[in-house]
């Protein structure tokens, strides 16, 4: 999705508007051509017990095309993943894992695994195409003062989604993302994911995600830092080949 701060006009025309129009609106707002960033992202298991990742991230036309090269900790610097989506819904994700000196191909039935033991699986760190799933507009709500269209999104049979459906809750003002409740397939709480923004060149850019795993107690907060955006990175950047080459910056 993308996120652009809008004025208060706007906001007033999706008064009264169906969850599709919202979620459409939510699709068509424009957003950087590219982003490079430096993230550190801290995993913690039900014990209390931590873990930090450093990496550095490329992506482009709606980060439908995103490359992640790890940096620290030691034992897991150079491992790199790239991910490339497409229309036909084909899409490529590739793990390059330098102790063993081999890429890895994850199929879309491995869309639910976990990535690098996060709590962020595979798919969830796949757009969401407006047209596999369906979009209800539930009761607008208020969180911490922020007015908020709540919208439940379903995703479509063909997807194979590992999830039944989940609850977005999206602010008013700037139409950015606050949380998100998502349900398994039984229809039982699986993750809660919070969000959080910056300004930047007039877009909101993902600041911060947190995610806790509601049935295995773990979380996962990602904090995006060094954040530049229409960088001028080329799209043949976003091969195999290049999961071997860590970037200078």
């Known amino acids: ?90 899409d490529e994700w590739r793990l390059w894992l330098p102790a063993f000196k081999k890429v890895r191909r994850i199929s879309s039935s491995k869309k639910s695994d976990s990535f690098m033991g996060s709590d962020l699986s595979y798919e969830d760190m796949t757009s969401r195409e407006l047209s596999e799933n369906t979009y209800n507009r539930l009761e607008d709500d208020v969180v911490d003062g922020r007015e908020c269209y709540v919208l439940e999104i379903i995703p479509s049979k063909k997807l194979n989604s590992s999830y039944s459906k989940h609850i977005s809750w999206v602010i008013k003002d700037g139409l950015v993302g606050l949380k998100e409740e998502s349900y398994d397939k039984r229809g039982e709480l699986k993750k809660k994911k919070e969000f959080q923004y910056k300004r930047l060149k007039d877009y909101h850019v993902i600041e911060r995600i947190y995610v806790k795993d509601m049935q295995k107690n773990h979380t996962t907060e990602i904090m995006f830092k060094s954040i530049e955006v229409d960088s001028g990175i080329e799209k043949n950047l976003f091969q195999e080949k290049n999961l071997k080459r860590l970037p200078k910056k």
């Open 1 to 90: 999705m993308k996120y652009i701060l809008v004025g208060s006009f706007f906001v007033s025309v999706l008064t009264g508007q169906s969850g599709y129009d919202i979620a459409k609106k939510l699709d068509e707002k424009e957003q950087p051509k590219d982003l490079i960033y430096r993230t550190s992202m801290v995993l913690t298991n039900s014990k209390g017990k931590t873990r930090t990742n450093t990496m550095i991230s490329k992506s482009m036309d709606s980060n439908r095309r995103q490359m992640i090269w790890f940096l620290e900790p030691k034992d897991d610097k150079g491992v790199a993943f790239l991910k490339i989506e497409h229309d036909d819904g084909n």
